[in-house]
């Protein structure tokens, strides 16, 4: 991996989307490195590098997270909340990607300075297709903030 790489936090607790979005990314962004946990307790120390995270290059920022909100330890509302008031963390892209496409779970996350809010659909060409759309904006077209 190098400097240029794009890193993705994928904070996902169900492992068959995690390996769609994995491949998916890594077909369309050969240039992504994709780091992923399944819980919101490990996203959290991850990001804030503590326990099996606490050396930077074992950890490096990522240039955008993909997060769901139904995880187990801490929910991904505590993680957006947490990373957003974080001001090593606050400009890292937060795009919400979850099964909920309920009002309260979408004003809550915007509330929370999300970046976006994505549904994932239930088919799979659709989720490949919205992952495929994601990549493209996300790693290519959008500017990332220096670390």
Excluded: C
């Amino acid at each position: 991996m190098t400097d240029t790489t794009l890193k993705v936090l994928l904070v996902e607790d169900n492992d068959d989307h995690a390996e769609l979005i994995r491949r998916t990314l890594g077909e369309e962004q050969r240039a992504a490195h994709i780091i992923h946990v399944s819980d919101g307790e490990s996203a959290l120390d991850y990001l804030h590098r503590r326990g099996a995270w606490i050396e930077p290059d074992q950890s490096p920022r990522p240039h955008l997270i993909l997060l769901d909100l139904r995880l187990p330890r801490i929910d991904g509302h505590d993680v957006l909340k947490s990373i957003k008031q974080s001001a090593d963390l606050r400009r890292i892209p937060v795009v919400i990607l979850t099964t909920s496409s309920a009002e309260r779970d979408v004003i809550r996350a915007y509330d929370a300075h999300a970046n976006s809010y994505l549904v994932k659909p239930f088919g799979f060409e659709e989720f490949r297709d919205l992952m495929r759309d994601v990549g493209v904006y996300w790693l290519t077209r959008n500017t990332v903030a220096p670390a």
